[in-house]
Every structure is written in C-alpha cells, then in structure tokens.
Nanobody
Framework: QVQLVESGGGSVQAGGSLRLSCTAT????????MAWFRQAPGKQREGVAS???????NYSDSVKGRFTISQDNAKITLYLQMNSLKPEDTAIYYC?????????????????WGQGTQVTVSS
C-alpha cells in the first residue's frame, strides 16, 4: 500500500520561506503525477503545484513565481519550496500521487494522499 508522508511545515512570518517534503514508503514516483494541494479553514482543497512523469510542472496563479515543485534525482522525495510567503498561504498542505491522471491537476484523479502538514504564515 502506498503511503505518503509530508514534513517541513511550520510557522513563519510573511515574506519568509519553507520547504515541504513528501516521501513515499515505496518507490512510486517514476511514471506518476505528483502534486501538492492545500486546504485552508472553511475552504475547499485546491491544487498548488504538480509535476508530471515528463517533469512538466504546473502552478496555481496564486503561487506562481513564489513556489517551486521538484523531485530529487532518485525520485524518492517530492519537494515544495515556498518563498515570499503570505498570510493567505496558511493552510494544511497535502502531497498526492496518481498514475492515471489525465490532467495531473484535478483533485478527484488522485487516489493517494498524505496526512498533511500545517503551514501558518503570520503578518
């Protein structure tokens, strides 16, 4: 069974940076679409960034230019580098994986999820 474990969340002031990591319990990243989602209190879970099996990345407009998604060379760990953080980035961040996603973005296409890591940005 695939398990994804996120780490790296925490509390920072606006303008600060954090790097989130997502590690799988089994080697799964090859051929998979990997993504980061987030869910703020009272809001729906939304896509933040994704990387498909060809290495093509996609970002939501709200984080474009500030966040970077990447994988290590062994494709064992997924990262989300978050710079210039804003209070509106406060949310629980989730790592997700899919092998048959047509969009590499639509939440419903991801069957595998981590437990989430909290990111809090204060003004």
């Amino acid at each position: 069974q695939v398990q994804l474990v996120e780490s790296g969340g925490g509390s920072v002031q606006a303008g600060g940076s954090l790097r989130l990591s997502c590690t799988a319990t089994v080697y799964i990243f090859s051929g998979a679409c990997m993504a980061w989602f987030r869910q703020a209190p009272g809001k729906q879970r939304e896509g933040v960034a994704s990387i498909d099996r060809y290495g093509i990345t996609n970002y939501s407009d709200s984080v474009k230019g500030r966040f970077t998604i990447s994988q290590d060379n062994a494709k064992i760990t997924l990262y989300l580098q978050m710079n210039s953080l804003k209070p509106e980035d406060t949310a629980i961040y989730y790592c997700a994986a899919a092998w048959n996603s047509g969009t590499c973005w639509t939440r419903a296409e991801f069957p595998h999820w981590g437990q989430g890591t909290q990111v809090t940005v204060s003004s």
